[in-house]
């Protein structure tokens, strides 16, 4: 492998590239457009992402769940919390307007107001029947003010269902057709259909509705991300293309390296429409992330095609010899970026895995965009002029030099110090991290259909469905009474839980039963006894059929039943607090031997995915650290390098990771990511400086200082070029609306800041005190890979 890589190999191939750059550039065009035409398969997430492997246990005892009962995510809520409802014009219009949603397949129930059934006991035969809770179709002053009488104090069965009773908010519950719910045609019938609908109502009879519902959130969350895209792409190439012209005041540079990364961009959407991935929130920031990547590639291979010019002014030899001196380097820097993100591509997580794969398969092809697009054009453009090479002597950048070089020669002391002391608050930090699993968290916190979450966590006691399942072992079991009364307990406990809702299940069907036996009178909205349940048992079978949406709370079968509640935004830690502090009290009510509960449903595992992935997360990075210390060992052949090498890179990390504690960013899907990518990005400087070094000692004679000395100037402005513009262009995640994105955005850039600093600070100091164990030719073996050759050594490439 050490041949593939020679010098000899570059030479060759840059000679490839020169001769043969036409067809490489209708190659490049034609791959564009190939993947152009796979943006046709590119498709947005409907469902939330599911974190845990398939046969993990969660996942399976959730899959179990649906088998049962089908999607639990189908509700769509509208609510309305206003005093002028209940007049005679604006509760007729609103139950028109509910009653109109009936007309649209998307929707498989409608239950609000207009919809209510009273149970009324009939005696010959002995029966219930389902009557109408608004009668007449003419709306009175006195009618209306009876019926909202009757609601709030005489029907409890429908409390948290269609009213709070608290602040007498409405609400009415829209169910989605399960077949649609994880399909485009629900975002349809949302988008097109439901929001208009709702808007002009709300500007009509000037009452505010809020909308919420998984469903709901979903959609507008997709669209918020589908959005986002675009602007970080913008973003992205704005900032980073100003940043390159400010450092090199050339338009024609700027444009090369612009062209680069658009291209890189079209291939992002190609391959993930070719291999046919969802857009997720991980996903979606792989474009941007191409252009903040690409533009250092192309800062080394310009920097030193301007070098060359201005050495030698040959234009033919100058581009011959970009390839050739920054082949191997940029190349490896880009594998072990790569390599951090592939990192994430062998864990169980099918979303890390496909972020992981599309990644690292988008840095690999973009440095070979960058070397093949930068050349190539170059190649047809005139030689630069004298005033495009002017940045290579500014003075600012002479005196950005001269007090790196002052630091590592005079204040080493200071630069340990302040090492030493990052290190022990960043532990200090770390032990204050805590783990998110909230679906809502994320979620961008000024939109309109957030503060409509916030509405309903305040008046309905939250909005994300937590289900769990009774299963009592035998056919039947759930209709048995001493079932009926274990399940009212566990309803009780859960209710008197803060973050959770009032429950829904059949046993408030039971109780509504009994309510009806004795003529409605709300006192006997209680489950019956054993005596009582033989009177009532004849009037109950004849409504059995007819129970509507109350059916769908116990199987087929009857052996299993379902609870359902709604949770607050709780995190995974305060969850885990809520079920440790249940599960004792539920194992006393539901004896294990005769019953069996499963906590369940989309919240749950997506917060359970949380955790699971915090483990993952360790596995990347420590497989990445891994790796990448290989790849050192590989080159360097010294074990003393590996460890200098990976000190710089890792102290940024913990940094970070302490400071993630200390301001209250939680571990999340969206944060977890920041490790990886930093380390993948910032050991690019190290490689950088140390293939340099390595170059000198030999040159040099094995004089340390002087070595260390001369590899800092020379990687010093590339490394402080690059790392500003990762700063910025990470810095563009700030603008978005997603906490996740932009807690990923802001922890990205202070980790490649610190990264910087600690390559050109840190680590020479590192070289320098301790010259006498590293410096030497027994401890420095000749590398397995020269990434940087001499002058001779590419002299006799370009003879040969």
């Not at 009939?122 to 179709?137: A, G, M, V």
């Not at 996903?283 to 990547?293: R, S």
């Not at 054009?377 to 002597?393: A, F, T, V």
């Not at 500003?724 to 802001?746: E, P, R, W, Y």
Request: a positive charge; hydrophobic letters at 45%.
């Amino acid at each position: 492998m050490a041949k593939l890589f020679s010098f000899g190999f570059w030479n060759a191939l840059a000679g490839i590239i020169l001769r043969n750059r036409a067809a490489i550039f209708i190659v490049i065009i034609g791959i564009t457009v190939f993947l152009g035409f796979q943006w046709k398969n590119m498709r947005f997430s409907y469902t939330e992402a599911n974190l845990l492997p398939d046969d993990h246990e969660v996942n399976i005892q959730y899959n179990q769940f649906l088998d049962k009962f089908g999607e639990e995510g189908n509700l769509i809520v509208l609510a309305v919390k206003d005093s002028t409802l209940f007049t005679p014009e604006k509760l007729k219009a609103w139950n028109a307007f509910n009653e109109s949603f009936k007309a649209f397949p998307e929707i498989d129930l409608v239950v609000s107001i207009g919809d209510l059934k009273k149970l009324k006991k009939e005696d010959n035969p002995p029966r219930f029947e389902l009557i109408p809770f608004i009668k007449d179709s003419t709306y009175s002053e006195e009618q209306v003010s009876k019926y909202e009488y009757e609601l709030f104090n005489k029907l409890p069965f429908y409390e948290g269902l269609v009213f709070s009773k608290n602040s007498h908010t409405i609400q009415s519950a829209l169910y989605l057709d399960k077949e649609i719910v994880n399909t485009p045609v629900r975002k349809d019938f949302i988008m097109n259909t439901l929001q208009p609908m709702v808007q002009d109502f709300e500007a009509k009879y000037n009452l505010d509705i809020k909308v919420s519902g998984m469903p709901y959130i979903r959609t507008l969350n997709s669209q918020n991300i589908m959005d986002e895209i675009l602007i970080f792409i913008v973003a992205a190439l704005l900032v980073t293309s100003l940043i390159f012209f400010f450092f090199f005041r050339s338009f024609r540079a700027t444009f090369i390296s612009m062209t680069a990364v658009i291209i890189g961009v079209m291939w992002a959407f190609g391959l993930l429409g070719l291999l046919e991935y969802e857009i997720t929130v991980l996903t979606a920031i792989i474009p941007p992330l191409v252009i903040v990547i690409g533009i250092p590639n192309c800062i080394f291979l310009i920097n030193k095609y301007q070098q060359e010019i201005k050495k030698h002014g040959n234009k033919a030899k100058s581009l011959q010899r970009v390839i050739t001196k920054v082949g191997n380097a940029t190349l490896m820097t880009n594998v072990t970026t790569a390599a951090g993100f592939a990192t994430f591509a062998l864990t169980e997580s099918k979303l890390l895995k496909e972020f992981g794969i599309v990644a690292s398969l988008n840095i690999v092809a973009l440095f070979i965009l960058c070397l093949l697009v930068i050349t190539i054009i170059y190649s047809y453009m005139p030689q630069p002029k004298e005033r495009h090479l002017k940045h290579l002597g500014k003075r600012w950048i002479e005196r950005l030099v001269d007090w790196m070089e002052n630091m590592v020669k005079n204040r080493r002391v200071t630069i340990y110090f302040s090492s030493v002391i990052i290190l022990i608050a960043s532990i200090i930090g770390i032990y204050t991290i805590k783990v998110s699993g909230s679906l809502l968290e994320d979620m961008p916190k000024g939109a309109g259909f957030f503060q409509d979450i916030l509405f309903f966590e305040q008046e309905f006691d939250g909005i994300m469905p937590l289900e769990i399942l009774v299963d009592t072992k035998r056919k039947q079991g759930v209709l048995k009474l001493p079932t009926l009364k274990r399940m009212e307990k566990l309803q009780v406990l859960l209710e008197e839980t803060p973050e959770l809702s009032k429950p829904i299940s059949i046993v408030s069907l039971v109780k509504y039963s009994k309510q009806a036996f004795y003529n409605g009178n709300p006192k006997y909205y209680q489950l019956p006894t054993s005596q009582e349940r033989n009177f009532i048992l004849p009037y109950a079978k004849s409504f059995e059929s007819e129970a509507g949406v109350m059916q769908s709370y116990v199987d087929s079968t009857g052996q299993y039943a379902r609870i359902t509640t709604f949770m607050k935004d709780v995190g995974t830690e305060e969850m885990e607090r809520i079920e440790a502090a249940l599960l004792p009290q539920i194992a006393k009510i539901f004896p294990e031997d005769r019953y069996t509960i499963t906590f369940t449903g989309k919240a749950l595992v997506f917060q359970k995915g949380t955790k699971y992935l915090v483990y993952n997360l360790i596995f990347s990075l420590g497989l990445a650290i891994f790796l990448i210390a290989l790849f050192m060992a590989w080159m360097f052949r010294s074990f003393k390098m590996i460890i200098i090498s990976l000190i710089p890179n890792l102290l940024p990390l913990l940094m970070t990771a302490g400071l993630m504690g200390f301001i209250g960013v939680p571990i999340k899907p969206s944060t977890i990511l920041v490790f990886s990518i930093a380390f993948g990005i910032s050991v690019d400087d190290t490689i950088h400086f140390l293939a340099k070094y390595r170059q000198e000692l030999k040159s040099n004679h094995w004089r340390i200082r002087k070595s260390v000395l001369a590899s800092l100037r020379e990687t010093g402005v590339s490394m402080f070029y690059t790392s500003t513009v990762l700063f910025f262009g990470f810095s563009v995640f700030l603008i978005s609306s997603f906490g996740g994105t932009k807690a990923l955005g802001g922890l990205v850039s202070t980790t490649l800041l610190f990264a910087m600093l600690a390559n050109l600070l840190l680590l020479p100091s590192l070289l320098l005190s301790l010259e006498r164990s590293i410096a030497n030719k027994k401890t420095l073996k000749e590398p397995k890979l020269k990434i940087i050759p001499n002058e001779e050594e590419i002299t006799n490439s370009e003879e040969e």
